[in-house]
């Protein structure tokens, strides 16, 4: 059997029968199609197979670290469960925290994915035991948060009691989520409907006010609903949006993204992992219900975030002492806070309104917080150590080890890469990411299989070849990354003039046939890449970045400073290094002092020993440039004498 008839076997199985039970279920009928509010749909993790060598091998360190490096440290979630089924009351023990419990489910929903990746029995076993545990501990009314059953607090109680039971329901939702779509079996599923039909009681048909404490509940209703097509979780979902903004007088308010009602709120605030989560679960609903006030809620606070409150790296949260985003343009490097779970809380969000609008803007920030933000956060082996916070200056940066919240956040997200590649419309076809990868898409006109051949994000060349199942009229749209110049695409080997770009994607309307390739270049100078000139903390500096790379200096290779001063015109060299950093593409070039100095990727600091890093460099002969800056948070820096772009 070819790969590629194996694959679109394996994407059938895999996703048209789940399709099928999850209308089928009777849990409720589907929300008419018309609601919807999405220009492009998700090419789901079944249906894309991933096989290039760059994200191929961290996905199976990933997958092979699960049961030997990640699995014992579920123990201490394990026990609080087993203890909740035995009806055993706790006291709170040291180190204990309500949200540890939502490790477990977060890892159960990246082994799902990993089984995805490639069956495997000994693992699927694991993964129904902690199941099988969790349904051990849920209670008659569905509730099933074992730190608030053991410690005997009150359910969904209001968000100032030390419940997290809407974080951990949530990744339980999530999780039972995956592992439905992965493996088609409903145990995890029906776990997951009865603990959210226990929200649904307490919020919705009890109408008590509020909502339960830290956001994420509220996008994994998104998802359950996705699976069942159950209204009752968009119903729940709207409920606790709405609730925001609507107690005066709390302290807490902004902290929690309840400071306004949602049609009110313009700017991103609070802890930055909650206002991702949230904004999050606010596309979802907007996306879910079509409701334009709640779509327009979700662009304000996407536009709040990219053009105001992000880091170069895809980084958010710049407050280290309340885990929160700061004033427009308070970013500072050395005191950044950028939480690993809030990056990957950005990755999600951005994925939300790639969606709702269709605009290969929200895939440039997915693209910089995935390869940059995130992937710093995990070491390169995947186990030994985590980054809790991921600031772009750092006098003695070491990782951690398990204990916070972090690993498992980035488990679960980066063994979802899949879902980000590919989009769909009715007859379009969206290449969101460029990864060596197989899409199976189910186009209004009939299937079509893409795949890419592309050595990204080291080189800007990909092939991408074109196979409907027969002679079929669509779309293609290739994103144009905000980050290249001069990009070139040829269909069949002949050089495609003009270029139509709508939203940032190269359109190729045609009748496609087995057999067509288009070849995408992207060339990928090293650029400068400077901020508004609102960021105080970024003045006279720039960073230096190749494709969607962003890169740092560490001491260790600079002859024990980090900081450096580039001259006013500086010359660069990139360089593959396949035996340095698990292969990466390194860049060279000479001080102001003419001194050579080593930059690395930003994702790849850190794995060598406590280190001193930095990303911005001091460019000599820098003033601030105050026009041209538009709608932009960062920009290529093309010199002191030129206009930049
Ligand atoms: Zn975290």
Known sequence: MKPSTSLALTALLLVQPMVLQAADNGRGPAAPASARCAAMEEVPLAAVRIHDNFWLPKLKIYRDNLIPNVWPNLARPTALLESAAKHEKKERLKGEHPYMEGDMHKILEAASCALVLNPDPELERRIDDLITVVGAAQQPDGYVDAYCITHGLVPWSKRNNDNEDGYVTGFLLEGAVAHYRATGKKIYLDIACKAADS??????????????????????????????????????????????????GDSKGAYLQDHLPIRQQNDIKGHAVCAMFFATGVADLGLETGEKSICAAARRLWISTTRKKMYVTGGVGSNPKSEAFGENYELPNREAYCESCANCGLVNFAHRMLQMDGDAAAADVLELALYNAVLHGIALDGRSTYSYTTP???????????????????????????????GFSANDLYVNLFVGSTGQVPLTNGPVTIRQETQYPWNGSVLIH???????????????????????????????????????????????????????????????????????????????????????????????????????????????????LDGVTVIRGLTRDEK??????????????????????????????????????????????????
């Not at 699976?227 to 005066?248: E, M, P, S």
């Not at 080593?598 to 003033?623: C, D, H, M, T």
Request: charged share 25%; hydrophobic share 35%.
């Open 466 to 580: 074109v196979d409907p199942a027969k002679d079929t009229q669509f779309a293609l749209r290739v994103r144009i990354p905000g980050w290249s110049r001069d990009a070139e695409l040829q269909l069949n080997g002949k050089k495609i003039e003009p270029l139509e770009v709508v939203k940032g994607y190269a359109v190729i309307r045609r009748s496609w046939r087995k057999g067509d390739t288009v070849q995408v270049e992207l060339p990928m100078p090293v650029r400068r890449v400077e901020a508004h000139h609102s960021v105080d903390a970024d003045r006279g500096k720039v960073t230096i970045q190749r494709g969607p790379i962003v890169y740092g200096l560490e001491a260790l290779d600079n002859d024990g400073r980090a900081l450096v001063s580039l001259p006013a015109d500086p010359k660069f060299q990139s360089e593959p290094r396949p035996d340095m």
């Open 392 to 422: 772009l200056s750092d006098a003695n940066h070491s990782r951690e080890g398990w204990g916070m919240c972090c690993p498992s956040t980035l488990y679960r997200t980066l063994m979802q890469v899949g879902r980000y590649v590919y």
């Open 199 to 248: 929200a649904w009681r307490y919020f919705v048909e009890q109408k008590n006010p509020g909502f339960p404490g830290h956001p994420e509940i509220e996008p994994a209703l998104a998802e359950l609903y996705r699976v069942t097509h159950d209204t009752k979780y968009l119903d729940l979902l709207r409920v606790l949006i709405d609730a925001r903004g609507q107690v005066h």
């Open 596 to 645: 050579p100095f080593l930059a690395i990727p930003f994702y790849a600091l850190a794995n060598r020993g406590p280190s001193i890093q930095e990303v911005w460099l001091y460019q000599s002969g820098k003033r601030d440039q105050k026009d041209g800056w538009e709608t932009k948070l960062y920009r290529e820096y093309a010199g002191s004498n030129q206009p930049s772009k």
